[in-house]
């Protein structure tokens, strides 16, 4: 079983920036899928950037340009860099990883979410 805990929301506003960061509690962690999704109340839940094993980067077409997902295997955790934020990226955000697809809810291991709210 693995465990993930995620840290760095909070409030900011319009414009600013924010990074979220996600501890696994294995190594395993390390040969992952991983990703993190997105949910705001009344809309439908969003994966907006993943990371393979070997480091190729996905996202969504909302985020790209101002978000960067990175993962540092030593430390088994995975960043989320957040530039630019706009009130719409208002949302819980999820850490998710899986040893093939990420951003299927059910699917995988996920973290506990963390509120990020961007006033404008």
């Known amino acids: 079983q693995v465990q993930l805990v995620e840290s760095g929301g909070g409030l900011v506003q319009s414009g600013g920036s924010m990074k979220l960061s996600c501890v696994a509690s294995?190594?395993?962690?390390?040969?992952?899928?991983k990703g993190w999704y997105r949910q705001a109340p009344g809309k439908e839940g969003e994966l907006v950037a993943s990371i393979t094993r070997g480091g190729s980067t996905t996202y969504a077409e909302s985020v790209k340009g101002r978000f960067t997902i990175s993962r540092d295997n030593a430390k088994n955790t995975v960043y989320l860099q957040m530039n630019n934020l706009k009130p719409e990226d208002t949302a819980v955000y999820y850490c998710?990883?899986?040893?093939?697809?990420?951003?299927?809810?059910?699917?995988?291991?996920w973290g506990q979410g963390t509120q990020v709210t961007v006033s404008s």
């Open positions: 998710n990883a899986d040893p093939s697809q990420v951003g299927t809810r059910g699917r995988g291991y």
């Open positions: 294995a190594s395993i962690f390390s040969i992952f899928v």
